[in-house]
């Protein structure tokens, strides 16, 4: 997919509607769809580089997100009361991502607020002894 066909880079360039929380040089945070939010002030931070996923974005793109990413949780501590946030990302085909535009989800969260973020099932992909071997090969020094 090219960045002109993406609705994320479409929001960024100003075409369609959307609510947006910050916009900064590297990075912009928005609302997802009222129907998509898992909690009030659900926020989403993207970088406004075109890249689909963490295996493809730039350093610049990375530190850019994740730093707006922060100022969010902070600013949701200091505004709202959340003392916590998850931040969920998927990234590449068999990770159930929704949209292919890099992104976070910056969720608030409150004692008590019944939302429950963490997977209740677990991957049951198999992998023979040799992978943590070959894991630490292939990241670079
Ligand atoms: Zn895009």
Known sequence: ?????????G???GQGETTWVAR?????AFLPLAEGRLSPAHTVVVPN????GIHDATAESLQAV?????????AMERSIGARGVNILNASGPDSDQSVPHLHFHVIP?????????????VSSHPLDDAWLGEVRAAIPA
């Not at 900064?24 to 912009?28: E, F, L, P, V």
Request: aromatic share 6%; hydrophobic share 45%.
């Open 66 to 74: 994740v730093l707006l990413a922060q100022a969010v949780a902070r």
């Open 11 to 13: 929001l960024l360039a």
């Open 49 to 52: 580089e075109h890249a689909v």
């Open 109 to 121: 969260r409150w004692q008590g607020d019944g939302l429950d973020t963490w997977p209740s099932t």
């Open 1 to 9: 997919m090219s960045s002109t066909e993406c609705v994320f880079c």
């Open 24 to 28: 900064r040089d590297g990075a912009s």
